[in-house]
């Protein structure tokens, strides 16, 4: 689990290009969506493709997506549940 | 003064509600809907999603879908007008992108065959077709582009410039569109139920939608355009505001403009894109400005969202209601959403219209009303048309040089400044949280706007070619994904108006943003909306010209950059206001005019006020001349030196800025430097300094090619 959340660390600033943000500093508790990293609804969609595309699992509720996508430690638990057992 | 009324002339329409009034008419009065699974293109994979594709584009052509959209709309409009139009105004977000996507997947090189794919082709195309020799221009604020076309129209025919104005808006289908919208999650995959409990998004669609418009009345009118009104939500890119406040502001300053009270209006066609925000944030301005609300419907149940072309389209549907005194169903509508408070039509019904209001409401929080009335039923508008020229109260450019002031030391030396400024360089001084998603146009637009001081109520834009970057990385990652994972970020930011709404949120502008796209003449075109746009009374406006160097596409697109030349882009903003206190000096559009016009040369030294004028008060002609258009704008140039038997000295200035697209705007830049240093230096005039003075007072920035355009700088 530490790892995917280390390894989601990553991705997020890469994908949303959080230039300011050190995987450290990254508070995987914290609020994601709506919270001080300035993170919207567009960057969700890209994250969803990001899901999508590294992990295999579709989100395309919004309910399910608002849950997912609350905080960092919520998605890296939500992949976790929902992928085959094969992750490394 | 005169009122002006302005008459609807002549109306033309193309979209999956068919070709035509008629056939258009006949499709609204069985309330069906024209919907359905994409046929268009082929897909890599998976079922295609539901679309509004336009019917009966039969013709073969090698010019791409939305020239020949536009040229059917066009057609229909013109038809019993025995004139050319003096203007056209287009709104259009997609251009050739339809063919250029195919050219790029076959990985086709041959420059020439994208010569169609800038949006102001279209424009320019029917010109040629209609053989109209004025203003051409191209409007591209998202999905509310045709009913700012149509908005620019009214006012340039309201100050007496023109007689007869075709606008509207165009656009055809294109994977750009479909995967785009399609990666924001705001499809609805069963169809398109606007104002629905159940509904789960639009469908995107394809149409040209054109009015002719008149001061001149015709014979049988098919109604008046009584008023436009504008704004900006100055809130998100792609998501409108949750209250609905842009929506509200355009509504109520249509009505105004037309000097109508909402108890005017007979019938709403909304914009009713059928995505949840959009219809929530409709009906809360719809509350707020009606007490009680007329009948209203949205048609894109029926039609699909065509984009820039739904303001267009939507005017035309509004004639059609007005002559007919037909209202349209909410196509697609099974049971109304409570929270919206709305009762929308489930039937068309037949009754008497006197006055239709039209929204539309696009990306970057672009609204745009129109009021549509029947002939002789209204008084008109009461508004005195703003008077030529704006005050400028600061500005910036950028080049390859750098910021403002490196550009222009080394430009006053007469030194090039011709390259691309690093990315970090041009972010510096921008919030990191603000850009994390903007790629290289909109950092030089907000750099630029930051740059200009002043605090902007309204934005101007003008690109050649927007941003490069988002729609390149989007085209190859959909294509490397075999269009499976589009990036949402890449599309929001792709529309030519993202880098012009970033400029509103940044300033919490919510004037007019309106965002031009004239090839070459793109910034000209950004100060002609301005100076048509910026009321009076209206507080400062920033004005902007930017194009970004892309290493792929620019040699690919822009006609005047060689293959394997060395890149140059940049730009540059200014804060004008109509206060002349404190203020560098004044800039004016005095002349656009293709250069095809009978003596176009004549007519602009005519328009800059004659021969002797010039050569008393003349201190500086800035020339541009794009490499394209090298032969034909040295004659132009030659011819009007010939005429006019200036002594002023002559500088073309791209050989300082380099080849792009809105290089005009950096030439205009350095045009306002040397009223700010009082003197234009030996490194620009070859020969000694020239003083401006209060006799020697005027710059002239001189704009040469397919088209002649003159900006005026003169001292105040």
Not at chain 2, 119 to 132: D, M, P
Not at chain 2, 301 to 326: D, F, K, P, Q, W
Request: charged share 20%; aromatic share 6%.
């Amino acid at each position: 689990m530490s790892e995917l959340i280390a390894e989601l660390k990553v991705k997020l600033i890469d994908i949303l290009n959080l230039q300011d943000v050190n995987p450290e500093d990254f508070d995987e508790n914290g609020q994601l969506v709506g919270g001080e990293l300035g993170i919207d609804s567009i960057d969700v969609l890209e994250m969803v493709v990001m899901v999508e595309k590294d992990y295999g699992i579709v989100i395309n509720n919004q309910e399910v997506g608002e849950k997912v996508f609350f905080s960092l430690a919520n998605l890296a638990d939500y992949i976790e549940k929902n992928s085959s057992g094969s992750l490394s | 003064m005169t009122e002006r009324q302005v008459y609807i002339g002549g109306a033309g329409i193309v979209s999956p509600l068919g070709v035509g009034l008629g056939a258009t008419e006949r499709t609204l009065l069985e309330n069906r809907s024209a919907i359905k699974p994409l046929e268009l293109f082929p897909l890599m994979q998976g079922s295609p999603l539901p679309v509004g594709e336009a019917g009966g584009m039969t013709r073969v052509s090698v010019l791409p879908r939305t020239h020949m959209l536009a040229l059917t709309a066009a057609q229909q409009a013109m038809e019993g007008y025995n004139h050319s139009p003096d203007a056209i105004v287009i709104g259009t977000t997609t251009g050739g992108i339809l063919t250029t996507e195919e050219l790029l997947r076959s990985n086709e090189q041959k420059k020439d065959l994208y010569r169609n794919h800038g949006l102001n082709t279209v424009v320019s195309f029917l010109a040629r077709e209609l053989n109209c020799t004025g203003p051409a221009l191209t409007v591209s604020t998202a999905c509310s582009s045709g009913t700012v076309a149509i908005s620019m129209a009214l006012k340039m025919l309201r100050r007496g410039q023109v007689e007869a104005v075709l606008a509207g808006g165009v656009d055809s289908l294109c994977r750009l569109t479909y995967f785009g919208f399609h990666s924001l999650q705001l499809v609805d995959n069963s169809g398109c139920k606007p104002l629905d409990r159940n509904r789960q998004g639009m469908v995107v669609a394809e149409g040209a939608g054109l009015l002719l418009l008149t001061t001149v009345k015709p014979q049988n009118p098919y109604g008046v355009l009584l008023g436009a009104g504008l704004s900006c939500d100055a809130y998100h890119p792609a998501a409108p505001h949750p209250e609905g406040t842009g929506a509200f502001s355009a509504m109520q300053n249509a009505l105004a403009d037309g000097g109508l009270s909402p108890d005017d209006i007979s019938y709403i066609n909304l914009h009713g894109t059928g995505t949840p925000d959009n219809d929530l944030a409709e009906s809360k301005a719809l509350h707020k400005l009606f007490i009680s609300l007329p009948p209203l419907s949205s048609i894109k149940g029926a039609s699909g969202h065509s984009l820039a072309a739904a303001g267009g389209i939507e005017a035309v549907v509004s004639t059609i209601i007005l002559s007919r005194g037909l209202l349209p169903a909410n196509t697609g509508l099974q049971e109304v959403d409570p929270e919206l408070g709305l009762t929308p039509l489930s039937d068309p019904l037949e009754c008497p219209v006197r006055a239709v209001l039209s929204n539309s409401f696009g990306f970057g929080g672009n609204n745009g009303s129109l009021v549509i009335g029947k002939a002789d039923i209204f008084s008109g508008p009461v508004e005195v048309p703003s008077r030529r020229g704006l005050a400028i109260h600061g500005y910036s450019c950028l080049t390859g040089a750098g910021a403002t002031a490196a550009s222009i030391t080394r430009m006053h030396d007469g030194g090039s400044v011709a390259g691309r400024a690093e990315l970090d360089m041009i972010s510096k001084n921008l919030p990191p949280r603000l850009i994390r998603r903007l790629k290289r146009l909109p950092r030089i637009t907000l750099s630029l706007a930051a740059g200009a001081r002043g605090n902007p109520d309204s934005v101007f834009m003008g690109t050649g070619w927007g941003a490069l970057s988002e729609t390149c990385d989007f085209l190859t990652r959909l294509k490397d994904s075999k269009e499976q994972f589009p990036s949402p970020t890449d599309f929001v930011g792709s529309v030519h108006n993202g880098p012009a709404s970033q400029v509103a949120i940044m300033f919490g502008a919510t004037g007019p943003n309106i965002t031009t796209s004239g090839g070459d003449y793109s910034f000209e075109q950004a100060l002609f909306a301005a100076e048509l746009m910026h009321d009076e009374s209206a507080g400062p406006a920033v004005i902007i010209g930017a194009d970004e160097g892309h290493d792929i596409f620019s040699p690919l697109f822009d006609p005047s950059i060689e293959q394997g030349s060395t890149l140059a882009d940049g730009g540059a903003a200014f804060c004008v206001n109509r206060k002349t206190g404190g203020a560098d000096c004044s800039i004016s559009i005095p002349y656009y005019e293709s250069s095809r016009a009978d003596g176009a040369v004549a007519a602009l030294v005519d328009s800059l006020g004659g021969v002797s004028f010039l050569q008393n008060s003349c201190a500086l002609i800035l020339a541009g001349i794009p490499a394209a258009s090298r032969r034909e704008g040295e004659l132009q140039l030659e011819q009007f030196m010939a005429q006019t038997k200036l002594s002023a000295p002559v500088l073309r200035y791209r050989r300082l800025t380099g080849e792009f697209a809105s290089a005009s705007a950096v030439a205009a830049a350095l045009a306002v430097s040397f009223f700010e240093t009082g003197a234009v230096p030996r490194g620009i005039t070859g020969r000694s300094e020239i003083v401006i003075d209060s006799r020697m007072n005027k710059i002239l920035v001189l704009g040469f090619g397919s088209y002649i355009t003159a900006m005026e700088f003169s001292r105040l």
